[in-house]
């Protein structure tokens, strides 16, 4: 804890300086602390960790002073949690940004995150609990030319972890509102328009003792937005020229990719709330990386989003969630939300939500081409064709519903199907094929007390078999909470891994600072924001987190 | 807490998009004078659903009462972005509503998880926030903006 103090000390001394030196302008920013003992526990698989306690911390601050801002993010890791990338070593200031904005310009030098499009040309972000961050170093300009035309231009190399890969990436992208640019000619009732592409390139040293590779890699992507009335379709097309690489076995073929979503949303007139979402993927030989040689989640230059649902309760979220296969997938989603009106039949005095989501992800069909040892195409693909291996599929409904002032709850079932050999890369594990139940029941005993508890139930007879969990929650808004989990093994094949995770979980919040005390045994699985995940491996021990923005 | 510099913070600018996929600059966010709640959720976030909920139901006689105005600022990416506006219309939530897909905004304002609320003044001073959400919450909340709106 010693570490946390004097991280968080610093992070202050440092503010109150700058604070000082800059009085015109304002210093605010953020704190984040994570520390973890590590106790051997053999039986759930959980690791001792030689320094007894490790520690992850970070601290952004960012000035500002009318259009100019900017800011540092100081981070540590002494030493990295386990199951970060071990890659985070030590401690520094590896964000740092100046950024000047006035009118039509902004232009920005250091460090910064990105998105062109929906990303699957080029995103650079950061997830901070995944250990994910890809920022960009070097320089960025947007413009504004002309009204409803925005321009922005980027050029540097990616973070890896303390430092930088090899690769240098160039990238444009421009976006047309054609209502806001033909104001004066188009009808308040014309279709929303937005027309948007992009081009990106990577240069990375060709030098290389087996292949003559590219030294720049070209990808170019056009997309459209159109609002109508109730109505959204977006649609956006990539392609990247040939990128041998160590995610494509280094083929000389080109990639592709698209991704369209369809969505109507509309109160009927009886007062009800309708939600339709489609959306629809097909990914060929898209993953983008500013060193070809690296692999896992690191240097990724663009983001190819999962058209799955994330799932909050924990079985779902963590043993068999899925993640976008860069290398090819197939893949549709489709959702309904239909809330029932109050003092309706089916709505009751409050109300009744329910939501009906599907999805789906198989590999694309692929015609071998037997060429490794000449032309290097490895396989042809034709856009839109599916084959007939399912990674994923998800169907599942979910009902919320408030009974009284004192109680709600919220009702949920799913049905998973799992190819745990592609989505872990797991060779000859089997299709997993579960159930899953969920309630989630509230009672709010008064105003500022309230109970909540979770039961779940994952019925599977691959893999580990059958999951149960349960969790107590007890809040006393707005300072105070306590939980007690518990993950329970019950249907494992072996009869000594039918275990129980007792977690306990004490914490205060005062405004936008929190602290959170966690004890006791932690699952191996899989942690996922947004659709890239992070396997996390069995622990045990005592973890520490603060969190603060000021 | 050691830090009380926040002084004279107004909203941050960072360009976030409309549900009809328009540009925003977020330092344009105004109520004629009146307060804004600036709440960050996400599709995928249960107790920030829950806390949008829980307002929606009681907005109205806020509004009436202190004339406030709430901005949700959804996180969510390419992944969900999608499913903001059939989420927020199917639920009819009465909010102003922008998407923040790579989270300039929220890191603008260091926001560290979501759900995370500020409280920005008539003259667009950020007064007040909270991270979190508990049953209950929205009552400290009103509590913060009855005492800025008088």
Redesign the interface.
């Known amino acids: 804890m010693n570490q946390t103090l004097k991280l ?1 000390l610093s992070c ?1 001394l440092f ?2 300086f700058l ?1 000082n030196i800059y009085s015109q302008g ?5 704190f ?1 602390v994570i520390a973890q003992t590590y106790d051997k526990d053999s039986l759930i698989g959980a690791n001792a960790a030689q320094e007894k306690m490790l520690m992850n911390g970070f601290c ?1 601050l ?1 000035y ?1 002073n009318k259009d100019f ?1 900017a800011g540092i993010r100081y981070e540590t890791y002494l030493n990295v949690l386990q199951g970060f990338p071990n890659g985070y070593k030590g401690t520094g200031i590896p964000y740092r940004f100046a950024q000047y ?1 006035k009118e039509q310009f902004d232009i920005t030098v250091g460090s910064f ?3 062109f499009g ?3 040309i080029l ?1 650079a ?2 997830e901070r ?1 995944l250990g994910y961050d890809n920022a960009f170093e070097g320089l960025r300009v947007k413009i504004n030319p002309y009204k409803g035309i ?1 321009l922005k231009s980027l050029y540097g190399k990616q973070r890896l972890f303390m430092g930088y890969g090899p690769g240098i990436v160039r990238g444009i992208d421009g ?1 047309i ?1 054609v ?2 640019l033909l104001d004066t000619l188009l009808s308040a009732n014309f279709p ?1 328009i ?1 027309l948007g592409g992009s081009f990106v390139s990577r240069y990375q040293d060709p030098t290389d003792l087996t292949y003559i590779l590219p030294a720049n890699v070209g990808s170019w992507a056009y997309r459209v ?1 159109i ?1 109508y009335k ?1 109505f ?1 379709l ?1 649609t956006e097309y990539v392609y990247k020229i040939n990128d041998p690489s160590a995610d494509n076995n280094f083929i000389y073929k080109p990639g592709q990719g698209f ?1 369209t ?7 009927i007139k009886n007062g009800d ?5 489609a ?1 629809y993927k097909y990914v060929d030989n898209l993953s983008f990386r500013s060193d070809i040689r690296e692999g896992l989640q690191n240097l990724f230059i663009n ?1 190819m ?3 799955t ?4 309760y924990n079985l779902a979220a963590t043993l068999y969630p899925y993640a976008t296969q860069p290398l090819g997938e197939w893949a549709l989603q489709g ?1 309904l ?3 029932f009106k109050k003092g309706s039949a089916l709505g009751g005095k409050y109300g009744t ?1 329910i939501t009906i989501n599907a999805s789906t992800a198989y590999g694309i069909h692929k015609e071998p081409l037997n060429d490794l040892s000449t032309t290097r195409q490895g396989y042809k693909a034709r856009i839109f064709k599916k084959d007939s291996t399912l990674y994923f599929s998800d169907i599942n409904v979910e009902i919320r519903k408030k009974i009284s002032e004192k109680f709600k709850f919220v009702l949920m079932y799913l049905n998973i199907a799992y190819n745990m050999e592609v989505v872990q890369g797991l060779g000859g594990k089997p299709m997993v094929f579960a159930d899953i139940y969920i309630a989630d029941l ?1 009672y ?1 005993i008064n ?4 109970l ?1 508890l979770e039961l779940q139930a994952l019925q599977t007879k691959q893999d580990q078999g059958d999951w149960a969990t349960v969790l107590l929650e007890y ?4 300072h105070w ?1 306590v939980a007690v989990l518990d993950q329970y093994n019950y249907g494992n094949k072996l009869d000594y891994k039918r275990l129980h995770y007792p977690y306990y979980t004490f914490g205060y ?6 602290i959170s005390i966690g004890y006791g045994k932690q699952r191996a699985g899989l942690f996922c924001v ?2 890239v995940c992070r396997p996390v491996p069995a622990s045990n021990g005592l973890t520490v987190t603060i ?4 | 807490m050691a830090f009380t510099l926040r002084g004279d913070y107004k909203i941050p600018s960072a360009i976030v998009k409309t549900l009809d996929g328009k540009q925003f600059n977020t330092a344009e966010l105004s109520n004629d004078g009146k307060p804004i709640v600036i709440s960050f959720w996400a599709t995928w976030c249960a107790p920030c659903k829950k806390e949008l909920d829980n307002i929606s139901e009681v907005y109205e006689e806020w509004q009436k009462e202190t004339g406030v105005k709430l901005v949700a600022i959804s996180i969510d990416d390419t992944r969900n972005a999608a499913k903001v506006a059939p989420t927020v219309k199917a639920k009819g939530w009465p909010f102003e509503i922008y998407i923040d897909a790579n989270q300039d905004f929220k890191r603008a304002m260091n926001v560290n998880n979501v759900p995370h609320t500020f409280l920005v003044d008539g003259k667009g001073h950020i007064v007040w926030d909270h991270n979190n959400y508990s049953e209950g919450d929205e009552n400290e909340l009103f509590e913060k903006i009855k005492s800025i709106a008088k």
């Open positions: 968080y202050s503010t109150l604070t304002q210093i605010h920013g953020n984040q952004n960012i500002t801002t904005r995150y990105e998105q929906s990303g699957m995103r972000y950061e609990m925005y976006e509102s209502n806001e929303q937005t937005n609002a109730d959204n977006f991704l979503t369809l969505s109507y949303a509309t109160n709330g309708l939600g339709i979402l959306g983001y989003p999962a058209l649902k994330p799932h909050t959702e939300f239909y809330k939500q509230n709010k105003k500022k007390h309230n909540r809040t006393v808004s707005p909470f919040i005062n405004g936008s600072n929190r947004g659709g969190t603060s923005s000021f």
